[in-house]
């Protein structure tokens, strides 16, 4: 099966790390909590820092977690990650998700969170989480979706920084929008039993607007999203440093208020 990628939007700029550290399973997987228990093994893939990762081995062991991603610098702090909680039941593999090198039946629940957005074929992808995903098994997605993302006070800069975003992940190969097409995709990748659901996180105290609005300022002009929106005629470096700007200015609202929401699903093999 020809692999199908697409360029990862965001990269691993420390600001983008940062966000991904601050991901649990319990603010960023609560849908799939109820289907875990002590001693199944899981796959979870895309697993950036690590994170979800040790929250995930920690409540299945002696259960074992597989943590994959694309990128191998990453791994590298999921490791730390997983050591500085004391866990052994994780093991660690650069994987393609369109492709993963694993057996048929190897895993009793397969996990991806933020990641179908951004491959190049999430019908594919799919597939292969429910081809390497036990009978009675369990594959769960949960996406974001850009296009809902809202907040107040309204913010025309904001609303740029949205269209900006959108147009750079299609231009990449991804689908921004992924959270209200995980159910379609699961469709087409053959799974009959889903269970779709929707989740937020939202951001309104002084401390968390900060933290949001901070971290994608410094997004929109350091990271690799930056670079692909100026590389392919996006935007300029001058309007990147304006939505900063407006990040910046949001953040101090006190009335500020942003939610995102997400797409999940549970899919039963």
Same mark, same amino acid.
């Given at each position: 099966?020809?692999?199908? &990628?697409?360029? %990862? &939007? ?5 600001? $983008? ?6 991901? @649990? ?5 609560? %849908? ?20 979800? &990762? ?9 259960? @074992? ?6 990128? =191998?610098?990453?791994?590298?702090? #999921?490791?730390? @990650? ?7 039941? $994780? !093991? ?37 989480? *429910? ?14 979706? %850009?296009? /809902?993302? &809202? ?5 025309? =800069? ?7 975003? *959108?147009?750079? /992940? ?49 997004? @929109?002009?350091?990271?690799? %999203?930056?670079?692909?929106?100026? *590389? ?16 910046? #200015? ?17 899919? !039963?093999?």
């Amino acid at each position: 099966m020809p692999k199908e &990628t697409a360029v %990862y &939007t965001h990269g691993h700029h420390e600001s $983008v790390l940062r966000s991904h550290r601050w991901r @649990t399973a319990a603010n960023s997987a609560a %849908y799939l909590l109820p289907e875990l228990r002590s001693g199944l093994d899981v796959l979870d893939v895309g697993c950036g820092p690590g994170t979800i &990762t040790a929250d995930l081995a920690a409540l299945v062991a002696p259960g @074992t977690v597989t943590a994959v991603d694309s990128a =191998a610098d990453v791994l590298e702090r #999921a490791g730390e @990650t997983v050591a500085a909680r004391g866990l052994d039941n $994780v !093991r660690f593999a650069v994987a393609d998700v369109h492709d993963l090198d694993f057996p048929d039946d190897s895993f009793d629940v397969v996990h991806a969170h933020q990641v179908l957005q951004h491959v190049g074929d999430p019908v594919q992808a799919l597939r292969e989480m *429910r081809r390497v995903c036990r009978p009675g098994g369990t594959v769960a997605a949960r996406d974001s979706d %850009y296009g /809902a993302f &809202t907040w107040y006070p309204s913010s025309p =800069a904001l609303d740029g920084w949205q269209e900006l975003y *959108r147009r750079v /992940a299609r231009a990449n190969g991804g689908e921004p929008d992924a959270g209200r097409r995980l159910r379609s995709w699961a469709r087409r990748a053959g799974f009959t039993d889903i269970t779709s659901t929707a989740g937020t996180w939202c951001f309104a105290t002084p401390d968390e607007r900060a933290w949001w609005s901070g971290l994608w300022a410094e997004r @929109t002009t350091a990271s690799v %999203y930056a670079e692909l929106a100026v *590389r392919g005629g996006h935007a300029d470096e001058a309007r990147l440093a304006q939505i900063a700007e407006a990040w910046r #200015a949001w953040g101090e609202e006190p009335d500020a208020w942003f939610m995102v929401p997400h797409g999940e699903i549970l899919c !039963r093999v």
